[in-house]
């Protein structure tokens, strides 16, 4: 969803939790990030456009895990990512977008 969407975010992000995060994908050229992920209903995209920053961590302080604990819209132009690892993902970009 484009981050002025009138759709629930919230609603959205929820749905992301106990998500599989099988692939993350860097475009440094166009500024994209994709998160892959495995649903319930079946593989999606999350992808950033307008990259601005991005940064991770995977020390896996609660152990490993591959699934989102939570997915939370900061502000209108950061997102956050939170593993059930215990690790963060943060990602700031103009917009973004859940395939369906």
């Known amino acids: 969803m484009p981050l002025n969407s009138n759709v629930s975010h919230m609603s959205i992000l929820k749905d992301l939790h106990d998500a599989v995060l099988t692939s993350l994908q860097v475009n440094w050229a166009d500024g994209q990030c994709t998160l892959i992920l495995q649903l319930a209903s079946g593989q ?4 950033f456009s307008g990259l601005t920053a991005f940064s ?14 939570e997915a939370t819209e900061l502000s209108n132009s950061k997102f956050e990512v939170e593993m059930q690892s215990g690790d963060i993902i943060t990602i700031e970009a103009n917009t973004w977008e859940l395939s369906i």
């Open 44 to 47: 999606r995209n999350l992808t």
């Open 56 to 69: 991770l961590s995977r020390s896996m302080p609660w152990g490993p895990s591959a699934s989102i604990n």
